[in-house]
């Protein structure tokens, strides 16, 4: 469905592997850290955690950044990815996937002394989802190695909050989508990062970030007000198209010196919400790389983000594509 070429946009993020478990409340209170939160833990803790889970854990493949990528490169949306996996076969079948989906896999790296990384995604009866991750080889790229390069034929890059734990690797990659004149967006991706990370956060979104996306939880914290209102107003202060997901309730969607656009939610019943806020923004980039407007793309976002929450994971079904086929059609003839 895809109505032009000219753009190519790549996510810069840890690939890992999704291990996605149904718990109930009271595992997920047993944890340290908040529900609906991520936390980085070693390959060991990770591991006690998966084996203390009595029923069936699904494995797909993930990462924030990547889940948008490879859904835009499914859309046929011309995609490329940057980050590093393990010198594993779950490695080679996470490249391979991307791959066989159209995208570009020059920007993967490879550790082979560290296994490819993996999130656990503790979902609850409610449908929330609270994270642990070990980034494995994703968390061991050497900034040298990302060379200008890796941007010449770039005109998008998209960055997952989460990144910001690696710093120098995190700035080495603005710094050179900057001087590559890319329009850069960046999603906050938790809560958790907003109050570890939020001076170097205040920093590039004040000198480097076009288009930054965050949800109620990550706005609440980095703008420290929970009316929404305000929060798009913050949010939109320093880049030039702010966007703040608001789950059932919609989106709220400013560029700077405009309106603020609202859009809702196409309302569903969820099995699932990993995956929903970067499905959504794959659906945001549709639209913005194809020239729709804000009230559009937030309308593309909200078939996609609808779409994954009805399934466990991200991976959609071909009957589900072509659902989402049929309402962007609709969308687009307006």
Not at 236 to 258: P, R, T
Request: charged share 25%; proline share 1%.
């Amino acid at each position: 469905m895809t109505l032009e070429k000219k753009y190519k946009i790549i996510g810069f993020g840890s690939p890992i592997v999704d291990y996605l478990a149904y718990v109930s409340e009271d595992f997920v209170a047993s944890l340290n850290g908040d529900k609906g939160g991520m936390v980085l833990v070693d390959n060991d803790e990770q591991t006690k955690l998966i084996d203390s889970i009595d029923g069936e854990i699904a494995k797909v493949p993930g990462g924030s950044a990547a889940n948008t990528l490879f859904a835009l490169a499914k859309l046929g949306v011309n995609s490329g990815f940057l980050g590093q996996i393990g010198g594993d076969e779950t490695g080679e079948f996470y490249k391979n996937c991307f791959a066989e989906l159209g995208g570009d896999t020059k920007g993967f790296f490879t550790d082979e002394d560290n296994a490819t990384g993996r999130c656990l995604s503790l979902v609850t009866p409610d449908s929330e989802r609270t994270m642990r991750t070990c980034l494995g080889a994703a968390a061991t790229l050497d900034a040298n190695k990302v060379t200008a390069d890796l941007f010449e034929d770039i005109t998008h890059v998209h960055i997952e909050g989460y990144m910001a734990f690696c710093e120098g690797l995190f700035l080495k990659v603005i710094e050179l989508a900057k001087a590559a004149n890319c329009i850069i967006s960046l999603d906050l991706a938790s809560f958790e990062v907003v109050n570890i990370k939020r001076d170097l956060l205040d920093k590039v979104l004040a000198e480097s970030v076009d288009i930054v996306f965050s949800n109620e939880d990550e706005a609440a914290a980095f703008c420290g007000t929970e009316n929404s209102d305000e929060q798009i107003v913050k949010l939109s202060e320093n880049c030039e198209i702010a966007v703040l997901k608001l789950g059932k309730d919609g989106a709220m969607l400013k560029k700077q010196g405009e309106d603020v656009v609202k859009v809702g939610a196409n309302v569903v019943k969820a099995v699932d919400t990993t995956g929903a806020g970067d499905f959504w923004q794959c659906g945001f980039f549709y639209g913005l790389l194809n020239g729709f407007n804000l009230e559009k793309c937030g309308k593309f976002g909200s078939v996609m983000g609808s779409e994954v929450v009805q399934v466990m994971g991200v991976d959609l079904s071909e009957k589900r594509w072509n659902a989402v086929d049929e309402q962007f059609k609709a969308i687009i003839a307006e």
